[in-house]
């Protein structure tokens, strides 16, 4: 005796449906590129090799353990109460044509330390520029 299941739906699916989509998609595509505006003018970067050199740039960081260095000179660090003087003399002085504090903080500084360097900036209306590594 046969007692099994006769009529078994097929899982397959079927390719016609999927054929007419891309042959549709192609279609769409051809009729588009035909109708699109060939030469739409775009305004490139032009280099002349006779570009400013780049202004000098105070670099300021402060370590780990919350004190302040400036990168010309790695070998002693300073408190704020020290290094706020030091910063106000160089960017009045030797960068007083650039504006731009590049300021560099550890990441188990805390950032109280970074913030004060940030509010000195700002209230000398230098622009500073954050640096995280």
């Given at each position: 005796?046969?007692?099994?299941?006769?009529?078994?739906?097929?899982?397959?699916?079927?390719?016609?449906?999927?054929?007419?989509?891309?042959?549709?998609?192609?279609?769409?595509?051809i009729?588009?590129?035909?109708?699109?505006?060939?030469?739409?003018?775009?305004?490139?970067?032009?280099?002349?090799?006779?570009?400013q050199?780049?202004?000098?740039?105070?670099?300021?960081g402060?370590?780990?353990?919350?004190?302040?260095?400036?990168?010309d000179?790695?070998?002693?660090?300073?408190?704020?109460?020290?290094i706020e003087?030091?910063?106000?003399?160089?960017?009045?002085?030797?960068?007083?044509?650039n504006?731009?504090?590049?300021?560099?903080?550890?990441?188990?500084?805390?950032?109280?330390?970074?913030?004060?360097?940030?509010a000195?900036?700002?209230?000398?209306?230098?622009?500073?520029?954050?640096?995280?590594?």
């Amino acid at each position: 005796m046969n007692l099994g299941r006769r009529n078994r739906v097929k899982a397959e699916g079927g390719m016609s449906s999927m054929t007419d989509l891309v042959f549709l998609m192609l279609i769409f595509f051809i009729i588009m590129s035909t109708m699109s505006e060939p030469g739409i003018p775009v305004e490139l970067p032009s280099s002349d090799g006779g570009g400013q050199p780049p202004k000098p740039v105070l670099n300021v960081g402060v370590t780990s353990d919350n004190r302040y260095l400036l990168t010309d000179d790695v070998d002693k660090f300073y408190s704020y109460e020290e290094i706020e003087p030091i910063i106000i003399s160089k960017m009045n002085g030797d960068l007083s044509d650039n504006d731009i504090i590049k300021i560099s903080g550890d990441k188990d500084a805390d950032y109280q330390y970074v913030f004060r360097l940030i509010a000195l900036a700002k209230d000398n209306e230098w622009k500073p520029i954050l640096v995280f590594e």
